[in-house]
């Protein structure tokens, strides 16, 4: 294609019934391929699916901590951050023929990283070309002034439209006569007519978020007239797929998100309110939350054509015809304005992009120049660039190390000159695999729930989450029980989230031996105990996020948000101990001897405002002794 046309760019626009990114696949075959997705496990099973062919042969996959490709690989599915890993070996990506980047109209962050990336490679490698794929009509424009020639060595883009959804049953679009203040309640009411009034067929209802999902479940509950006749299960980031049966049921999925695969439904309808939930950092406050914003207008197509894949369909959506048409975004939300823009500019730099506010091309917007400032100061805090700007040798190990957090980077760079690389190896993979929220299973019946508190009680420490996670990380790894998931079932500790934490730290512990982290271990003895030091190390990545206790749940903000009341997950260690022994915190004692203090002061890794109704809730959480802060504040009371 990009060969036919004489271009390094093309822009492929076609919706995702169309077939388009299949059939990009097999067309460049024969060539050595990056095809950069937001799913690449997902997608490369799916091509091999329908090409008939093996994963990990002609096409593989590479994501964070997992390799699924071979010396016969001749397309390779990847995340974003993955190629720019790549980069650092090889700058220019001359071992690729066409790089593929699908979405692009999704305006992910780290996508849209890549995008700018390669702008500047195909200006030195003429020789290679670069595929983007795009739903969005809109997003065609953009693209095509972003890589307008303007003197460049690249010429101009050319633009391929695939036929829309020519595989897709017809589907009748129903919009509400006038809007509605809960479209939840109106789309129970919608489901209810549904199951009373139309021919048999799966039904697909499409929500913002988890608690949505349950409410919208616990009120068609109360509502439902036919009985058993309807089967209703929900789907959200942390359910899976269900596993629906053909009994001759009517089936029902309740979705917090579009599902991924539908191979287990016969879809004829489909509900949708016309919203997601967006993750969105702010950089300036230190801030993650999760905000409802409406669907675009190609997403509201994409969803009604769900109901058209096995027969004609109907969509019901929760809104007017009038908000389909003026209130939907033509373009979704920019997601590197809701990103921690330092994890981005490090990348950058490592990358030799020194200046990212003038030698970087984003796709516009350009992030504003106070967020790029605040990013530079959390990197030099942090010591990874230095008083010039110019990364310096651990910077180089933070922007390396396949860790999400940069914070938690810092953690292990840290640790080789503390001698406890492997523990705080440890607590970082069971942090990226879930953290203490998912490690811990919990179980609804009360007594269920008794006895899952026993169990976690044998691993749980007063420090905190970290140490507790790599006390559950020892027991499950050192005893060899990563294949007998029984021994996580009666300690009620999820195997899932244990298997994949090894699977992580077998990764990083490569990664760090690559990276030469410890080596420095035999140039001095560190003093103190083992738990001091990995918490030292805790501290050096997390000394910004820090809070002083005000009771047994709620502390006060130190530093950015100064004196913001917070209150403790309460899947934290510390929720637990404060519930069982208020005094213990209150007091600060570790024991009846009130000689034993224990310290007001805490670490934390995450700062979630969700709820305007209550404090914001700090997760990831260890409590600190108050001299570990003392070289970053100048006063910290005791």
Known sequence: MAWKLRTNVVIVVGDAFSGVKTELAGYVIDRSVCIVSLDPIRRCKDVCGELDEVVGEKFGYTVPFEDQSSWQTRIKYVTPEMVLLEAFADPLFKHYDVIVVEDVDRRDAWTDVVVGVLYKVINVNQKLKLILTTESVECVEILRQFFQPQGERIKTPQVVQIDSSTGINPVDILHLESPVSDYVDAGVDC????????PEGDVLVLLSCRSEVQRFIALFNERNTAGDGVVVAPYHSSSGM????????????????????QERMETAYVIDCGFYELDWFDGLKNVHSKITRPITKAHANFRANLAGRFKPGKCFRLYTEQAATTLLPSTPDQGILGYDISEIILKLKALGIDNVARSFKFIPPSPPSTVIASGLTTLYSLGAIDDMGKLTKEGTIISELPVSSIYLAKAVAASGVQSCLEEVLRITACSLAGGISTMLYRPAGRKDREDAEIQHDKFKVLEGDHLTLLNIF???????????????????????????AVQYYTQLKRYSQRLQIGHQETLQQPSGKL???????????????????KSPTEYALIG???????????DSVLSSIAKKHPSMIIHGLQSNDSSQHLSPWIIYEALTDNDTTSNPKISGISIIPRSLLQPYYKTVEP
């Open 560 to 570: 950015t948000n100064k004196g913001q009341v917070v209150t403790i997950d309460r």
């Open 242 to 261: 269900p596993d629906f049966r053909y009994d001759g049921k009517r089936h029902v999925m309740v979705a917090a998100m579009d599902p991924k695969e």
């Open 531 to 549: 738990s001091e030091r990995i918490l030292l190390c805790l501290v050096q990545g997390f000394f910004r996020q820090v809070a002083k206790r």
């Open 191 to 198: 489901l209810v007519k549904i199951v009373e009034n139309e």
């Open 474 to 500: 020892d027991a499950f790894y050192q005893n060899n029980k990563p294949k007998d998931p029984r021994w996580a079932g009666t300690r009620y500790l999820n195997y899932r989230t244990l298997t994949t």
